[in-house]
């Protein structure tokens, strides 16, 4: 008994910023230093469109490429639904025209969110209760960054993915290794908003960083901090990982990480040893796409044959929350 | 790492013409990457955001590794 990744889709919005758009806007905006240490040229992003538009777009793609609309469960991973309530699965479930008799839910992770979205997957149809799923990768970011806030405007794009997951006899989706800590919640965040503090208007502008502004009701990094956490944490994900799947380095085919940036995960790359052919880098014209950038990136190496059926590809997901994840999978 | 190669580091992440114990810096979002990670790399330090604020020159980063971690 097994769960295998039948296909990828993604889908960007039509807009897209470059850097040359954010160099009018920011006189002291270092067009280098993006496109050569953060490695971003470009991103989408949503300005007509919602996540929830982004995931129709991206599901339709899965479905139509498979031909097969007969999905027993939806799972939708945003952090920026189109509503509080109700779930953004159950609309999709009906823009898509999908049978009633499935379930369906959303879940709220970023950078991790794909690889935790694998791990609901496989429990799922282990256990019976789906046998073919559609997971849904899909946030907009963008619409939370404050419009004086160049650091986060530079590295976040908008996106959606859709990959459907199925029974099959062989296990394609390995052993998992999940990890959280809350104690940095606040590293990434938008304050105000959710139950606890409304929106507010009249909200002041913070400063932080190379001049970067914004308030509570926008979207707030404190990149040093994740880099930190990524730095203690990940190589230890990557051997744990390793280790419950009775694996060593030489056994994986290809690694892909969420792609944050270009010097963290050269960082991490250089750190863990990983050969620099065998590592996933690439956000150029998309950039940090949050949960959406594992699947991207599997789509990307698939069609880009950098890897091959019966590779094994080891998948580590990082971020908000803090919320970390990795697992192993056979193409 | 002797306290000269350290100089030569530190000056070529902060893009500084001349560097000594004494120069005063200012470190910019990507210099603190660059840092947080030399300083991992070099002498297995993980620094924050408070530490980073706190950086006004050189002499802070050596009290950050300690004058005993040099060779």
Redesign the interface.
């Given at each position: 008994m097994g769960v295998k990744i039948e296909k990828i889709e993604f889908y960007l919005p039509s807009d897209k910023l470059t850097n040359e758009d954010l160099k009018k806007e920011f006189v002291d905006f270092?067009l280098s230093?993006v496109e050569n240490?953060i490695g971003i040229k470009s991103r989408q992003v949503a300005t007509k469109e919602t996540s929830l538009d982004l995931a129709y777009n991206s599901s339709l793609k899965v479905l139509k490429s498979t031909k097969d609309k007969n999905i027993d469960f939806i799972l939708y991973c945003t952090q920026t639904p189109d509503y509080i309530l109700p779930t953004s699965a159950c609309i999709l479930q009906d823009k898509l025209n999908l049978k009633t008799n499935i379930g369906a839910l959303d879940f709220n992770l970023g950078c991790s969110g794909y690889v935790y979205g694998l791990a609901l997957c496989k429990g799922l149809i282990d256990t019976g209760i789906a046998k073919r799923i559609l997971l849904v990768t899909t946030d907009t970011y963008t619409k939370y960054i404050h419009k004086q806030d160049k650091?986060n405007r530079s590295i976040f794009g908008d996106g959606s993915t859709a990959s459907i997951l199925s029974y099959c006899n062989k296990n394609n989706v390995k052993e998992f290794q999940l990890n959280t800590d809350g104690s940095g919640y606040d590293k990434l965040i938008i304050k105000n908003g959710g139950s606890k503090y409304s929106l507010d208007e009249n909200s002041a502008l913070k400063m932080y960083?190379?001049n970067?502004y914004y308030n509570d009701n926008c979207l707030y990094m404190?990149?040093?901090?994740i880099?930190?956490f990524t730095?203690?944490n990940i190589p230890k994900l990557v051997n744990d990982v390793l280790d419950k799947n009775k694996m060593n380095m030489d056994d994986i085919d290809y690694f892909i990480f969420h792609q944050a940036n270009k010097?963290?995960l050269q960082?991490l790359m250089k750190?863990i040893k990983i050969p620099k052919e065998k590592f996933h880098l690439n956000l150029t014209e998309t950039g940090n796409t949050v949960s959406s950038t594992i699947p991207i990136a599997l789509k990307q190496a698939l069609d880009q044959n950098k890897i091959k059926v019966g590779d094994n590809v080891l998948l580590a997901g990082f971020g908000v929350g803090l919320s970390w994840g990795g697992t192993i999978i056979t193409i | 790492m002797n306290k000269k190669e350290f100089l030569l580091e530190i000056q070529d992440i902060m893009l500084l013409d001349e560097i000594n114990e004494t120069t005063e810096i200012e470190v910019?979002?990507?210099a603190?990457?660059?840092l947080?990670?030399f300083l991992?790399?070099e002498f297995s330090i993980?620094?924050?955001?408070e530490q980073?604020k706190s950086i006004k020159s050189v002499s802070n980063i050596i009290e950050l590794i300690g004058d005993e971690n040099f060779k």
């Open positions: 270092d230093k240490k650091g960083g190379d970067n404190q990149g040093p901090d880099f930190n730095i203690k010097f963290m960082y750190k | 910019d979002s990507m603190s990457l660059l947080i990670a991992d790399e993980l620094i924050d955001q980073i």
